[in-house]
């Protein structure tokens, strides 16, 4: 099946800081991933579309300036949260969509292990 | 907008016991996901399908596209499948945004 890592699995950073998360599609391509957020006891939450070579889609009530999103080749997305606050404080998680090679059923999601971020 | 609903939302099982999760969802799809997320958060794919059955090893997911229900079959349940179990859908929107159930924690007890 189709892998897809996350970089770091946690990271704990103080508040004002900036902290970057990596996605990566290891054994196919991905156009389009995306990122989510949970909180505890909460199911995911959608924060925004990454589409390679262009801008990301944010969903409404996430800031795009806060949350950076950067999907500069076929296998890789990441997202910077800049100036982290102690309630950014969440697990993030990615997922990628083959390109659509037919390998892959369309609409099928890749889900990465996700990343646990804690805000001091 | 897609709603999807999620019964139970916790469910205690003894080891061995057959164990079903429900998710109906309101509007039509093309295809449902199953998801499991373990304590430590990561998530795996279980499952995605479109209509029919599908089994994988202990893992039995069924949908009824009619009815807008899939159900999600563990047999011989065992500890490790302690965990939280997610259908998700296409929010109905476009094709690639999911909406996700909110989960059934599964916790099975030796």
């Known amino acids: 099946g189709a892998v897809v890592s996350q970089h770091p699995s946690w990271v704990i950073c103080k508040s004002g800081t900036s902290v970057k998360i990596e996605c990566r599609s290891l054994d196919f391509q991905a156009t389009t991933m995306f990122w989510y957020r949970q909180f505890p006891k909460q199911s995911l939450m959608l924060m925004a579309t990454s589409n390679e070579g262009s801008k990301a889609t944010y969903e409404q009530g996430v800031e795009k300036d806060k949350f950076l999103i950067n999907h500069a080749s076929l296998t890789l997305s990441t997202l910077t949260v800049t100036s982290a606050h102690p309630e950014d404080s969440s697990f993030y998680i990615c997922s990628a969509r083959d390109t659509g090679t037919g390998k892959h059923f369309l609409y099928e999601q890749y889900f990465g292990p996700g990343t646990r971020l804690t805000v001091t | 907008k897609n709603e999807v609903e999620q019964s139970p939302q916790n469910l205690t099982a003894q080891e061995g016991e057959f164990i079903t999760i429900n998710c109906s969802y309101s509007?039509?799809?093309?295809?449902l996901h199953w998801l499991q997320q373990h304590p430590g958060g990561g998530i795996v794919s279980l499952f995605m399908l479109s209509s029919g059955k599908k089994k994988h090893g202990r893992l039995i997911a069924t949908i009824n596209i009619q009815e807008k229900h899939s159900s999600l079959h563990i047999t011989a349940s065992h500890p490790r499948d302690s965990a939280v179990y997610i259908c998700a859908v296409p929010d109905g929107s476009s094709g690639d945004k999911l909406t996700f159930g909110t989960g059934t924690r599964l916790a099975v007890r030796p």
């Open positions: 509007v039509g799809i093309s295809a």
